[in-house]
C-alpha cells in the first residue's frame, strides 16, 4: 500500500545577536534575583509557542496558562508567573481573553524547513564533517546555491502546471484556491509533486468521460491535502460507485 504521510515542517527560533543586548533582558539578568534562570524560561516559552506562531494556548485543564506552562516545561510555579509578569510589563508578552499566552517577539524570530530540507542540511552537514579534511570552498557553496535555486524553479513551474489542469478544467463553473493549492503543494515531498502532476491529469481525463456534473469535483487545494493523486496514477476505468459529493 502506497504511504501518503505528508511532509513534517520543523520550526526554530532565529536568535538575534541582539537578544542579550535587549534592554528588557539585560534589566532581568541584572536586577532581579533569578534573572538568568528566568531568562531561560522566557527562551523555552519562545520554543514551546512555535508551533501555534507565537501562541502558548491555555487549554483549560489546570487553573490558568501558567501552571499549564509549568507543567509542560518542569519548571517552578512561581518561576513561570515571575517571567509572564515580567515579560508582559516589558510588552513582550501578553495574556489574551482566552488566557493564553501570546509571544510577541515570535513572528519576528520564527524559522521553518520541511523534513526533507532538514534531511538534505544534515547530509550537508555530514559531507563536510571536519574529519574529512573536506572543507566547502566558494565555488562549492555558489554551486549548492544555484542548484538550490533550480530546484525551486523546477517547484513553481511544477506548481503551475498542476494549477492549470484544475482551473482550465473547471473555468467558467467554479474558482480555485490558489494559495492554498500552493501550501499543499509545497508541503509535499519532491517525488509526491510529480505523482500529483500525473494524478491530476488523469483524475480530469477521468471526470471528463465519466460525464458528471463539474461542480462535484475536486478543488486544486483537497486534492492534495486528501492525497487523492496518489488513487489516479493511472486513469480508472471502472466509473461505477461515483459519489458526486466525494467528487470519486
Known sequence: MVQKNKTKIYFWIKLDENFFKNLAIKNLRRTVSGGDSLVLI???MLLSSLPNNGVIYYEGTLQDVAQ???LN???KLDDIKLTIDY???AGLLQIGD????EMLQVPMLIGQETNWNKYKREKKLEKFQPTSNQVPTEIDIEKEKEIEIEKEIDTDSLFDNYFQIFSEFTKG???QPRIDAMHEFSAL???QRDKALIGANNYVTWYRNSGNDIKYSKNAAVFLKDMIFFDYQEVPEDKSGYDPELGF
Open 173 to 175: 463553473t467554479k474558482p
Open 42 to 44: 522566557y527562551q523555552q
Open 98 to 101: 482566552d488566557g493564553s499566552a
Open 189 to 191: 515531498l519532491p517525488e
Open 87 to 89: 515579560f508582559q510589563k
Open 68 to 70: 499549564e506552562i509549568a
Open 73 to 75: 516545561l518542569d519548571e
